[in-house]
């Protein structure tokens, strides 16, 4: 899964040239002639393409609308739902690629606004927002060549595709945050020796100006010198053992899979959670992911069957839920959607991550000129010890 700021409008494009069976949009405002032409081109190339929009004056009735007769007329399916209640803005390509995000089918949406898209190849994203695709399509109503969707049931959709976005985004936040930890690991490991001399260096260093000033400052850093070197040596061992279970790929996919069911069910902002459970779902989910990162299988086991158990929070049930509820329901999700977004694009940019997923050459000329840096942090304190 990648996370885009820039750019959005060639990525769009690249990704529905690829297109060679479906494309299925479902997107609220969509006055882009470069993408409508590559959807036509698509279309006479014998690619089933659906577009779901919302019944809006930007999309039909303004000087810069499109003209979507000639797409009908090629066989294009155009569902137009109301717009007070379509949020969606997704594209699916042949069942296996999926673009989603905050971002219109616009000039404003690609040039103008703060806008995001998320681009994934995971089947179990992709199927959920499928599911979400046949919701929207199967529950309007044809009326005079228009087609509308009942607004209660499009946004109890929209809730149930988002609380999706959350539990598959929680699931790449945590992944990545494994490759910066396994990265972490692989560098103590492979410096061993030489951090633990200057760790050791800063310690001897630090005890002298101790015994010398007798300020209570210069104390406490003998003391945070003593436990860093301390910490460093008997972290070793928990090191070795997550570069190996880290690089076992077998433990790593089911460690996933557990982690995706048991997210799905007590993920404290999912509307499976019920508002009375909410504080113990955060405390089961904070659990669930420390048992994740620290490779804990049994763990995982253990807190997914007590899930599954019905030890749960509630079902989502919408009864008696009014639409202001709903609507304010459904912008506390996109908020959240957009935060895991914003962190997930943060954490996919940070070096070890990159170092850590990319090719072995360029890892190892990183190591080489790390290496460099700490023999010659180590010189530098053995001068200062004479």
């Not at 007798?214 to 460093?232: I, T, V």
């Not at 080489?368 to 004479?386: F, P, Q, T």
Request: proline share 1%; net charge negative; aromatic share 8%.
């Amino acid at each position: 899964m990648k996370v885009y700021f820039k750019a959005l409008k060639p990525l769009v494009l690249e990704q529905i040239q690829t297109a060679s069976s479906s494309i299925q949009i479902a997107v609220a405002w969509f006055t882009d002639q470069d993408i409508l032409n590559l959807l036509l081109y698509k279309r006479k190339a014998g690619v089933r393409v659906i577009l779901v929009l919302s019944n809006d004056s930007k999309n039909f009735d303004e000087s810069y609308s499109l003209d979507f007769n000639g797409f009908k007329q090629i066989g294009g399916k155009l569902i137009v739902a109301d717009k007070a209640f379509m949020h969606h803005k997704f594209c699916i390509i042949d069942k296996a690629i999926l673009l989603t995000g905050s971002a219109n089918y616009t000039y404003n949406g690609f040039y103008k606004n703060s806008e995001s898209i998320m681009l994934t190849d995971n089947q179990e994203a992709i199927d959920d927002f499928l599911i979400q695709f046949e919701l929207l399509t199967g529950i309007l109503n044809e009326d005079e060549g228009v087609i509308l969707s009942p607004l209660v049931q499009s946004l109890q959709n929209q809730i149930k595709l988002y609380n999706a976005q959350i539990s598959w985004l929680e699931i790449a936040v945590a992944e990545v945050e494994k490759h910066i930890q396994l990265y972490e690991a692989t560098y103590r490991v492979r410096f061993q020796t030489i951090i633990g001399e200057i760790l050791w260096l800063q310690k001897i260093i630090l005890e002298r100006k101790a015994k010398l000033t007798e300020k209570p400052e210069s104390k406490r850093q003998e003391q945070e010198a003593q436990q860093r070197w301390e910490s460093f040596n008997s972290a070793i061992a928990e090191d070795n053992q997550m570069i190996e279970q880290g690089n076992d790929t077998t433990l790593q996919e089911k460690l996933k899979q557990l982690y995706r069911e048991a997210v799905k069910l007590c993920h404290p902002d999912s509307p499976l959670v019920k508002e009375e459970f909410r504080e113990k779902a955060h405390q089961v989910f904070i659990k669930l992911k420390a048992a994740y990162d620290q490779n804990n299988i049994e763990a995982l086991q253990e807190i997914l069957n007590e899930l599954k158990l019905g030890i749960a929070f509630g079902n989502m049930d919408f009864t008696g839920v009014g639409m202001d509820e709903l609507q304010a329901f459904m912008e506390q999700l996109a908020s959240k959607v957009q935060q895991l977004a914003n962190q997930l694009s943060t954490l996919q940019n940070d070096q070890r991550y990159v170092l850590q997923t990319g090719d072995l050459i360029t890892l190892e000329n990183h190591f080489a000129k790390e290496e460099m840096g700490l023999l010659e942090k180590k010189r530098v304190l053995e001068r200062e010890c004479l």
